[in-house]
């Protein structure tokens, strides 16, 4: 018995995050304040992501995606099952700093997570909180906004920015913290397409090339494309699991779930339904363009 113990511990510590049975409840009062219903945001989730990946997960609101990030960064615990980040148990309280350093969380509003006048200050309030040196504090500091792309904008007061450069602001002050993971919570629902493109830039570039594990939770199905791995959830439950070929060509059922794909993905949908045979994995303009280019080349021969 204990070497499959010690086989779970293993894989507990290989992997980023671990949930095994995850369930949370809130309770529904009255006016009066007394319970008069408990429902389950989550039921019985299990799951493990990899370091290093970039997850995204979609769901319509209510699904549970949110209550599943907040578990990721901390701010909820468990009613049931056990979460763990990097082998530490979240309901751990001697874990939370810990906990919270390694996996960082970007809300849906950038001003509620950026509170200092200037753009450097703010960069560097949560590593002061932590007790760094100055020296290491200014290190990080710069190289957190160039990560960013904002070292221009570091005298500017935030409320001066744009949303987009807001956003990043709130990254930059995610990754003076060092974190090794980062929930992304819809961090582009108030952004305008310019905005939403400087933010999706940033969070592909730092997993792909500073290998942050990148969570991404959002309801835009062109802004997953490019993960490696797509997470559906439904009524607290994850209902799809894969890449995002293997979840978008599921176009009805995602339909059943009040979700959309992206828009290329169901024109190659609605063109195989009318008898043309082109391949139901695109997700992109230029895959659309490559499976036309095929079939007339086929047709020309």
Not at 83 to 97: A, F, H, Q, V, Y
Not at 99 to 106: E, K
Not at 136 to 145: F, N
Not at 251 to 259: C, I, P, Y
Request: glycine residues 6%; contains cysteine.
């Amino acid at each position: 018995m204990w070497h499959i113990e010690l086989k779970k511990l293993v894989r507990i510590l290989k992997q980023m995050v671990v949930a095994q049975g995850l369930t949370y409840e809130y309770h529904v009062r009255n006016e009066q304040g007394n319970i008069e219903e408990t429902q389950e945001a989550l039921k019985s989730v299990n799951l493990s992501i990899e370091k290093g990946q970039f997850v995204a997960i979609l769901g319509h609101n209510g699904s549970g995606k949110s209550t599943l990030a907040k578990h990721m960064n901390a701010l909820l615990f468990p009613t049931g099952g056990t979460l763990w980040i990097k082998g530490m148990d979240t309901k751990d309280e001697n874990k939370l700093w810990h906990i919270r350093q390694t996996a960082g969380m970007v809300f849906q509003n950038p001003d509620n997570q950026i509170i200092a006048t200037i753009v450097e200050e703010d960069v560097a309030f949560g590593p002061e909180n932590l007790g760094i040196p100055s020296e290491e504090i200014r290190k990080r500091v710069d190289t957190s906004l160039q990560a960013v792309q904002m070292t221009e904008y570091k005298d500017h007061a935030p409320h001066l920015l744009s949303g987009g450069q807001k956003q990043r602001v709130a990254i930059a002050g995610v990754l003076a913290m060092k974190p090794e993971c980062i929930i992304l919570d819809e961090p582009t629902a108030m952004l305008d397409p310019a905005g939403r493109k400087e933010v999706l830039d940033t969070v592909y570039r730092l997993n792909q090339e500073e290998q942050i594990t990148t969570i991404l939770i959002t309801h835009y199905m062109e802004e997953v494309i490019h993960a490696h791995r797509v997470i559906v959830m439904e009524q607290g439950q994850i209902v799809l699991d894969g890449t995002p070929q293997e979840i978008f060509k599921r176009v009805e059922f995602l339909k059943e779930l009040g979700l959309d794909v992206p828009q290329v993905t169901e024109l190659a949908y609605l063109l195989r339904k009318e008898g043309i045979p082109i391949s139901e994995e695109i997700l992109t303009i230029e895959e659309m363009v490559e499976g036309l280019c095929q079939l007339k080349q086929k047709q020309s021969n």
